[in-house]
T-cell receptor, first 112, second 115 residues
């Protein structure tokens, strides 16, 4: 039973355009969400996070939007660059604050 | 400022052998987490430890798996009598505090192959 879902296994975008990665969750008690980026044979790297008291958080080219009523968050990358090509994982912190619950990831390919 | 270190990076074991995976957290971090990633899957939480204490092991299989984070030295994830289904990438993460809004910093992972 997946509590964090990334329904798009892959996304292809042209360089300079916007990349939008989506994530849905089932537990309305989740209050903190994170996005990680992962290259092959490396560990995940933290990108950006958002608390449930906010609906938007921005860091450079990366913006995360949270829609609590829809239990949905999205990561926007503008403009997309070829170096952004990686697997992106959405994660939610569990209620006890002891673990992250990850989605299965979305593979982003940015072509030049 | 060294990141999270894991060794070995690759480990091959035959069925029935033991696997020991090591994790040294970032300097100043006292919280360690272990995750497992099966092929085509996301990371799955296994266990959360502080120095000398297991705080949450709800994701750890009940048999053959154990973890420790001693007062001195790295955290160890131990898998006894490995089976083919244990083949996966095992990631360790650390954070300076728990709960709160501290992100977890991940190591490069240990890729375990059971033959």
């Amino acid at each position: 039973d997946q509590q964090v879902k990334q329904n798009s296994p892959s996304l292809s975008v042209q360089e300079g355009r916007i990349s939008i990665l989506n994530c849905d969750y089932t537990n309305s008690m989740f209050d903190y969400f994170l996005w990680y980026k992962k290259y092959p044979a490396e560990g995940p790297t933290f990108l950006i996070s958002i608390s449930s008291i906010k609906d938007k958080n921005e860091d450079g080219r990366f913006t995360v939007f949270l829609n609590k009523s829809a239990k949905h968050l999205s990561l926007h990358i503008v403009p997309s660059q070829p170096g952004d090509s990686a697997v992106y994982f959405c994660a939610a912190r569990n209620q006890a604050g002891t673990a992250l619950i990850f989605g299965k990831g979305t593979t982003l390919s940015v072509s030049s | 400022n060294a990141g999270v270190m894991q060794n070995p990076r690759h480990l091959v074991r035959r069925r029935g052998q033991e696997a020991r995976l090591r994790c040294s957290p970032m300097k100043g971090h006292s919280h360690v987490y272990w995750y497992r990633q099966l092929p085509e899957e996301g990371l799955k939480f296994m266990v959360y430890l502080q120095k000398e204490n297991i705080i949450d092991e709800s994701g750890m299989p009940k048999e053959r798996f154990s973890a420790e984070f001693p007062k001195e030295g790295p955290s160890i994830l131990r898998i006894q009598q490995v089976v083919r289904g244990d083949s996966a990438a095992y990631f360790c993460a650390s954070s300076p505090t728990s709960g709160g809004n501290d992100e977890q910093y991940f190591g490069p992972g240990t890729r375990l192959t059971v033959t």
